[in-house]
């Protein structure tokens, strides 16, 4: 696929506020109302939300749809009315248009360029979310009677697993369920299936906050490694060329929902099961760059501006740097408070994307949850089958956003620890 670069602007990271906000091509209808910065005193600093031209946005710890980068929006809203001159807006543009292809395109190479993709494999753009790839997958890489290996370490790996019985016969040889989804197996004590045609593992499980911080390596000689990878996708480098298949919806680290990203090695393609819908086969996709129909054309578009954003970060080694910190930061809060806060997953596959974590005192989580709220801090409620709370710090999470809520911590605690 060719690359234009010719429409490519550069992102608005280092633009100043008063700059951000005279781009805004509707400055009477959208500009934000000015509000007073939020602040929590704690030991050491007063914590604020950052100077911006929306001084009224919260810190939205929402597991997906999440956190967009606050540049990234600024962006979008410049160019929502009239796109770099083209007389409209992407919502309006035709998908087989110039212009829509220099989106796509870029959005593409971007991607590439950040995972070091090789040539060997194909990005598509696809749409249904990555439960419609718990179908896809077996529908497009193996036959109805092949068998397959899911280890099962959340939700998400045993929604994939249980989709994948209509389609082929997958074994789960590895359940963390009866442990509560906390752990992540040996790699070596896997009794992996012989001839198995793929190998499926979730690398971050949303709900229960376990992610895998080294992949296992299938042990059939034609077996590859395929990935749910929804919540920590570009959230640090991976070596693609590890996997058989990657898949992820975009709307926890790289954009709005309604796109699903997959990266499947090419030879893989094109051997699709008979009963497969047109809509799931991927060499329809594939053959059509992923334009067979028409795709979610504004969140592609919005992908694109977040790659752009990463790639302007350093890329992925940087922005996982970022990441770690944050964890660090949040995850050592729960560990120094003594029990009062708690997180049940075990410690080396914490992961870094969502952190879930409960109090001593269940009867307060309803209370914590409410008053984060009225500080701006907003979605910390724990998944309903869990419950206690979450907090999700996607890349676009910023470190002032865990800075205030670490200080919350502390102040409820000071506040409600009386034992």
């Not at 963390?176 to 793929?198: C, H």
């Not at 060499?283 to 795709?295: E, F, G, M, V």
């Not at 970060?313 to 770690?324: C, R, S």
Request: some cysteine.
């Amino acid at each position: 696929m060719s690359v234009s670069m010719s429409t490519a602007a550069a992102p608005l990271t280092h633009l100043k506020p008063s700059t951000a906000s005279q781009i805004t091509a509707f400055p009477t209808s959208l500009s934000r109302p000015t509000s007073r910065p939020l602040s929590i005193t704690c030991s050491s600093t007063t914590l604020q939300t950052p100077t911006s031209a929306a001084t009224d946005r919260v810190f939205n710890f929402a597991a997906g749809p999440a956190t967009l980068p606050e540049n990234v929006l600024l962006k979008a809203q410049s160019e929502l009315y009239n796109w770099r001159g083209s007389g409209m807006s992407v919502m309006e543009m035709s998908h087989r248009g110039k212009e829509f292809l220099s989106i796509i395109q870029k959005a593409e190479s971007d991607l590439r360029a950040l995972l070091n993709i090789p040539s060997e494999y194909t990005v598509l753009f696809l749409q249904g979310g990555a439960t419609t790839q718990f179908a896809a997958a077996p529908l497009n890489l193996c036959g109805p009677a092949d068998v397959v290996d899911y280890i099962v370490t959340g939700s998400w790996g045993d929604k994939a697993f249980k989709e994948a019985t209509k389609y082929c016969n997958p074994n789960s040889i590895w359940s963390g369920k009866s442990e509560k989804y906390t752990k992540i197996p040996n790699f070596d004590s896997l009794n992996q299936t012989p001839g198995a045609k793929y190998l499926h593992i979730c690398a971050n499980e949303t709900i229960h906050g376990v992610e895998f911080k080294s992949y296992p390596t299938p042990a059939g000689e034609n077996e590859v490694l395929v990935a749910d990878m929804s919540s920590n996708f570009c959230s640090k480098p991976v070596d693609v060329a590890k996997f058989g298949m990657i898949y992820a919806g975009a709307q926890k680290n790289v954009g709005p929902s309604g796109v699903t990203i997959a990266i499947v090695r090419s030879d893989l393609i094109g051997h699709a099961q008979p009963i497969t819908p047109v809509m799931l086969d991927y060499k329809i996709h594939a053959d059509n760059s992923s334009l067979y129909n028409t795709p979610p054309c504004y969140g592609i578009y919005m992908c694109g501006l977040v790659f752009e954003d990463l790639v302007e970060q350093g890329g992925l080694a940087e922005v996982e740097k970022k990441n770690v910190k944050k964890g660090s930061l949040l995850y050592d809060a729960i560990d120094g408070s003594k029990g009062f806060f708690r997180c049940p997953v075990e410690r080396s596959v914490r992961s870094l994307m969502n952190v879930p974590f409960t109090l001593a005192k269940t009867e307060l989580e309803a209370e914590f949850v409410k008053e984060a709220a009225k500080e701006k801090m907003v979605q910390l409620k724990g998944h309903r089958s869990v419950g206690g709370m979450r907090a999700s710090i996607y890349n676009a999470m910023p470190l002032a956003g865990v800075e205030k809520l670490v200080a919350f911590m502390k102040d409820f605690q000071a506040r409600h620890d009386h034992a």
